[in-house]
Structures are given as structure tokens and as C-alpha cells.
């Protein structure tokens, strides 16, 4: 593997400056995302996988920030001249540059379908609007593209569809529309935010199969949010394990399950009691409950949790993402003794 | 949606109907009649009257006969046409009122427009800018415009013009278009004088509209879809005018229809203290004199116009939100 990723998140940090202090919702998350590949971040309720990739679209609402980090990404100018390699946290969220990306080269699925689409436009209304901002197309032409993706995306009779609003239609075919709107410009990136939690299961499976049939056929790299493990097993090559705004782990889809190597990655594996199983709870099994954003841990933040825990280091010092073996890397002092206050010492 | 204008308009007789029958029990209701307070009237000057003279009156208004025939008698007056006599000005009721009719609505008009035209935006800035400069004077600005009596506003302005401009800001025409027939000239004469009533009347709806908009936005403006139309890389203004500033309107076209009639009762006292020839003052004239066609005719207009902005808004309102549509039908 020695392409050039496609996608490279390296130490960001995204706060929010509330009237009680400060949220550091994603606090250095590094990972890579190559082309075609399908990365799963997986990890409690609140640990900052929204944040992320909000900050990786650049549509962080207020008061949220990205104060550190590199988000370098490979855009492809409309003038089709040659790949530029540009940080994305340095441009202007509301720029030119940053909205021709947005939609364009990186397109996101929401959580939540029924939502995200407004409910006093027609879906496809909504669709050819996304076609019309990045494609030089005409209203017909967007209007024939939107039919053609909704039948890609198996909807049936597209073209009624396109003039249906969204609360017309069942969840599953909402979130069909939505996986349409967001390949409509051929977009390299996609980012599912938890695409299935609002679908029942078996249209869940349904949306895996189509969003890895299309990553197939368009070779299309996806980070595919979840804090369903289960989900991750089915979809993802590679996976990141994130805990309080921290990554713990990352490294390819099996080893992650086979041979995890931090205490976290250890924990959620073992919370799941099939991982065919419905159960979307994952956390009885893990001891201890996720501290408050205001109320940070020192040193690793799941030292209060962890059975691993060495008492005067973990609680002292921050460890920091380092590479274990040839494929995976973990964030822990069990396997190595870089912390992120030496480094900054240095 | 055609059939839903169909629908409304075809329940608009019979609301009309129901309308003038609670009218004409309301200007039955006080104690007495015309020539009860007529009779008042002359006995407070020094003039007596017999009461042969007084049931002669009472036949020659038909004030003797049932309320139920008197109503239909109305009516079937009304529905030629012919809205009758004032008891009060021995005037057909249709002259006394037609000019002031149209200055009322005119001005109604003027208001509404000054009023969306200046909330709209701010509440949409208010909104959008959160917390800033912007949000937090209008935020006192309204305050003060919502607290602040609207015969107050009038008089302040009127002693501001005439202290400063030397100019008298009463009326709707320049001394020399008051009684004049209506002419091109007499139009642009309106224009020039109906803007200050027409400010002063919506200076605290302006305040109350600015910060419903501006609540109403800062509700959608949390909305998913508000993140998912930035995700597809819209400029931020294009957005906010499609989607959210849409559906918070949405509740503030509702209220257009009473819009009317509140204008001319809420403009009672203005017209009164800067002496606009509307409608409100004939009105309460008209009820004190107990002078019930007048009165009758009145109501039933703001009525009908209630009724009929009411439909308005019911129509907007479709068509703003499809799901309205769809329910209907
Ligand atoms: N607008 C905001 N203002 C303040 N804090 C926020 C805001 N958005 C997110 N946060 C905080 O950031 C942290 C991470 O939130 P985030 O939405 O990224 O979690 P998540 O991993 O996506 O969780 P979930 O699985 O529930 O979606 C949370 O502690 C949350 O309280
Ligand atoms: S650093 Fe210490 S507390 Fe943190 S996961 Fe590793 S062993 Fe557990
Ligand atoms: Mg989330």
C-alpha cells in the first residue's frame, strides 16, 4: 500500500468555547483515508465522530473551532488541471474553494434522512440543486441526472419520485434519496454520519449492500461513521477506534477484530455478545461511564476505565498514537512510552 | 391547491352569512336604540319631545318591528347593494363611507408593506448574526417599539415635524385636496402625507414581527437540513433564504388575517390625535349614536375583510407549505 492517501487528518483539534469552558470535542485525531478505500471510526456516543468530520467539511457551527491540525486533502481544480494537495482548515468555510469541494469533490450522508432534507421542497428539487452548484449542467439535464441516480440507488419509479417531498417517502427510501443527492457530482470522499441508525435492520443491510456496491463501481473512498461495531465488520477495510476527541486505535478491519491491541478497542469487542446481534447498546460491559466533556481526565482519558490502568503513568501522562506492529497503530502506554507531554517538551 | 381555493371560497357566503347575524345582534345589544339617544341628545339641548313623536320616529326607522325582520330587512337591503340610511348624518350610509373605506384600506395597506419590509430583513439578520451588534440594538429597539403607546409615537413625531420642518403632519391631503374630487394630483398628495401614519401605525408591529421572525429563524436555523444544504457547498445566503426564512414565515402569514381589521380598530386613537379621515372614529361615532345601520355596515365590512384576509393567508400558507396543501386535499 503505498499509494498517497487521498485524505490525511493529522493532529486536529476542533473546541467549542462555551460560557462553562471549553469543549475539546476532537483533540489531535490523526488518520488517512486512501482512494477507494471504506475507513470505519467507531466509538462511543459523544466521543467527538461527527465533530470530525464536520471539521473535514468545515461546517462546524458555532462556537466551534478547529484550532491545530493539518486536514490535507487531494483537490482536483475544475479547470482540470493537475491535483493539488491543500488544507483544508486553512481555507475559508464559506469560500469558493472550500463550497466546490464541499458537495462537489466530498459529499456527505446524514444521520438522520428525514431531517435533512427540507420538507417544503421535493426531494428532487433538493437534488438538482446539488447538481446545478457543482456541474455545469442545464435544469433539464439535472432534472434527467436526478432521476437516473434515484434509479441507481433503487428507488422505485424515479421518475414520480423526484417530484415526491420527503416525508412522502418510507425511511429507507429517504436515506436512497439522500445516498443519491450525495453521489450526484462524483464525488471522491463520501462521509456517512451513522447512514442506518434511524432504519430498521433489514433495510440497514440493504443500504451496506448499495453503499458498497457503488464504492465498488465508482471507486469511491468512504469513512463510514458508527458506534456499531457490527456495521464496521460488514463495511469498513480499515477502522479508527475514537474515545473521548482521542483516536485509540486504528489499523485494517481484521486485525482491529482479531488482535486488538488497546485496552479500549479490547473493551468495545468484548461489549458486543454476537456481532450479528441487533443489540445496538454497546456499553454495559465496559466499566464506568464517559466522563463529562468539562471534566477531561488527565493523562490518558480512559484511565478511569481501563483494566490495564498503571497507576503514575496513565493518570500523569498522555499517550500518543504510535505504530505497534506493520499494520496497526494504538495510542497506549502498554506498548510504547511516547507521551504527548515529552513531545511537546522536546 | 385549486381545488383547496375552491373549498375556501365556497364557505366564504356562509361565513359572511353568520358574521352579520352575531353584527346585527352586537349593535342590538346595548340598552336602547337610535331614537332612545337621539331623544337624549335633544332633551340635553332644551327641546322636548311628545311620545306620539317618538313612536313615529321608532315606525319610520322600522325600530318597532321584531329584531329577526329588521335583520332581514338589512340583509335584503345589503345584498342589493343598498347598505341604506344613517340615522345619524341623514346621509346614505354608501357616500358617508366609501371615501373613508379606501383611505382605511390604503393606509392598511402602506402599514403592511412598511411593516415586512422592514421586520423581515432585521429578524433575518437578528437571527442569522446571533448575539452581535446588530442583534442586541434591535433587540432594545424592538423592546422599546413594542412598549411604547402608538398614540405616543404619533404625537412625538407630529411636535418633531412641526418644531423642526414647521410642518403640520394632520390629515391624509393638503388643505386644498381635502374635499377635492379625485385626481392624479390628489394621489401623489396622498402618497406624500400616508407614509408618516402609515410608519407610526407600524412601528410596533414592525417590533413585534422583527422578533417572531427572528425566533421562528433561530428554530429552523438548528435544523439537519440546514447542515446538510451547507454540505452540498451552498453559500451561506442562498440557503438561508430557500430553506429556513421559508418555513419561519411560515407562522407569521397566518396572522395576515386579521391583519386589516386590527389596523382599523388599533388606529382608533392615532386617526383620532393626527385627525385621518378612516374609518375607526366614524365607528365609534356610530356606536355611541347607537346609529345601527351605519354601525352594521361597518362591522360587516371589517368582517368581510377579516374573512377574506383570512383566505388570503389560508392560500399562502398552502402554497408556502406543501404539507398544508396536502392535507387539504
Ligand atoms: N455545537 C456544539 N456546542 C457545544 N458542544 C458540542 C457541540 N457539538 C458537539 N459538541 C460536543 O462535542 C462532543 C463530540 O460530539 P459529537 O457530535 O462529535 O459526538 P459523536 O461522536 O458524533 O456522537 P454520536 O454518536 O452521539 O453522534 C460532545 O461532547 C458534544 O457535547
Ligand atoms: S494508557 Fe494506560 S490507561 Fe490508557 S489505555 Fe493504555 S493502559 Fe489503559
Ligand atoms: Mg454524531
Known amino acids: 500500500m503505498n499509494q498517497l492517501p487521498l485524505l490525511s487528518v493529522k493532529n486536529l483539534k476542533t473546541y467549542f468555547d462555551l460560557d462553562e469552558g471549553t469543549v475539546k470535542a476532537v483533540d489531535g485525531v490523526s488518520f488517512d483515508v486512501l482512494p477507494g478505500q471504506v475507513v470505519g471510526i467507531v466509538g462511543e456516543s459523544g466521543c467527538g465522530k461527527s465533530v470530525t468530520i464536520k471539521s473535514v467539511l468545515r461546517i462546524v457551527e458555532k462556537p466551534g473551532r478547529i484550532v491545530e491540525g493539518e486536514i490535507l486533502f487531494r483537490h482536483q481544480p475544475d479547470d482540470a488541471s493537475e491535483e493539488q494537495l491543500i488544507d483544508l482548515a486553512k481555507l475559508k468555510a464559506n469560500g469558493k474553494t472550500m463550497r466546490s469541494i464541499r458537495g462537489g469533490e466530498i459529499a456527505l450522508i446524514p444521520q438522520e434522512p428525514m431531517a435533512a432534507f427540507s420538507p417544503v421542497y421535493t426531494v428532487g428539487n433538493q437534488i438538482m440543486e446539488a447538481i446545478m452548484l457543482h456541474l455545469p449542467v442545464s435544469k433539464q439535464e439535472a432534472r434527467q441526472r436526478t432521476i437516473e ?157 481501563c483494566v490495564d490502568f498503571m497507576p503514575g503513568v496513565c493518570n500523569v501522562q498522555t499517550p500518543v498514537l504510535q505504530p505497534v506492529n506493520e499494520r496497526q497503530a494504538a495510542s497506549c502506554f502498554l506498548h510504547h512510552s511516547i507521551a504527548e507531554e515529552t513531545l511537546t517538551a522536546v | 391547491m385549486l381545488q383547496y381555493i375552491i373549498k375556501r371560497l365556497l364557505l366564504l357566503p356562509f361565513l359572511l352569512f353568520i358574521f352579520s347575524i352575531i353584527a346585527f345582534i352586537l349593535i342590538q345589544a346595548p340598552p336602547g336604540d337610535f331614537v332612545t339617544s337621539y331623544i337624549a341628545e335633544l332633551a340635553s339641548s332644551g327641546s322636548a319631545v311628545d ?90 429597539f424592538n423592546y422599546v417599539g413594542v412598549a411604547t403607546p402608538t398614540f405616543m409615537t404619533a404625537l412625538v413625531l407630529m411636535w418633531l415635524a412641526f418644531k423642526y420642518f414647521g410642518v403640520s403632519v394632520t390629515g391624509l391631503f393638503s388643505p386644498e385636496y381635502v374635499d377635492a374630487p379625485w385626481s392624479w394630483g390628489r394621489v401623489v398628495d396622498l402618497l406624500k402625507h400616508i407614509w408618516l401614519p402609515a410608519v407610526i401605525l407600524g412601528m410596533d408591529g414592525t417590533a413585534r414581527l422583527a422578533r417572531v421572525m427572528r425566533a421562528n429563524l433561530l428554530d429552523e436555523l438548528k435544523k439537519p437540513y440546514m447542515e446538510m444544504a451547507r454540505a452540498k457547498g451552498m453559500s451561506e445566503w442562498r440557503l438561508v433564504l430557500k430553506y429556513p426564512v421559508r418555513l419561519a414565515i411560515n407562522p407569521l402569514v397566518s396572522t395576515i388575517g386579521w391583519y386589516l381589521p386590527m389596523i382599523f380598530s388599533g388606529s382608533v386613537i392615532v386617526a383620532t390625535v393626527m385627525n385621518l379621515p378612516t374609518i375607526g372614529p366614524m365607528l365609534l361615532r356610530s356606536l355611541i349614536t347607537q346609529d345601527m345601520f351605519l354601525a352594521g355596515s361597518i362591522i360587516l365590512i371589517y368582517m368581510a375583510l377579516a374573512v377574506i384576509g383570512t383566505l388570503i393567508s389560508d392560500i399562502l400558507l398552502a402554497w408556502l407549505d406543501p404539507r398544508i396543501r396536502m392535507e387539504e386535499s
Open chain 1, 149 to 305: 441516480l434515484l434509479r441507481e440507488v433503487g428507488v422505485p419509479m424515479p421518475e414520480r419520485r423526484v417530484d415526491a417531498y420527503s416525508w412522502e417517502l418510507s425511511g429507507g427510501l429517504r436515506q436512497r434519496a439522500m445516498i443519491a443527492m450525495a453521489i450526484s457530482c462524483n464525488p471522491r470522499l463520501l462521509i456517512a454520519d451513522e447512514p442506518t441508525t434511524a432504519i430498521d435492520v433489514t433495510t440497514q443491510a440493504q443500504i451496506l449492500n448499495l453503499l458498497r456496491d457503488l464504492q465498488q463501481q465508482h471507486n469511491t473512498s468512504i469513512i463510514f461513521i458508527t458506534h456499531d461495531l457490527g456495521v464496521i465488520a460488514q463495511i469498513a477495510d480499515y477502522v479508527v477506534v475514537m474515545y473521548l476527541g482521542r483516536v485509540m486505535e486504528t489499523g485494517p478491519v481484521d486485525d482491529i477484530f482479531h488482535n486488538p491491541q488497546h485496552p479500549y478497542t479490547r473493551a468495545l469487542l468484548k461489549s458486543i455478545p454476537s456481532i450479528r446481534s441487533q443489540s445496538r447498546t454497546l456499553l454495559p460491559t465496559i466499566e464506568g461511564s464517559i466522563p463529562h466533556p468539562f471534566n477531561r481526565p488527565p493523562g490518558c482519558p480512559f484511565h478511569p476505565r
Open chain 2, 51 to 140: 311620545q306620539a313623536q317618538i313612536d313615529a320616529l321608532r315606525a319610520q326607522y322600522g325600530l318597532d318591528q321584531p329584531m329577526y325582520i329588521q335583520y332581514f330587512k338589512w340583509m335584503g337591503r345589503i345584498l342589493t347593494g343598498d347598505l341604506g340610511m344613517s340615522l345619524d348624518w341623514k346621509k346614505p350610509i354608501r357616500e358617508l363611507i366609501s371615501e373613508r373605506l379606501l383611505l382605511t384600506v390604503m393606509l392598511g395597506l402602506f402599514t403592511f408593506i412598511f411593516t415586512w419590509i422592514v421586520a423581515i430583513p432585521i429578524g433575518i439578520l437578528s437571527a442569522t448574526r446571533q448575539y452581535s451588534f446588530f442583534d442586541y440594538f434591535f433587540t432594545v
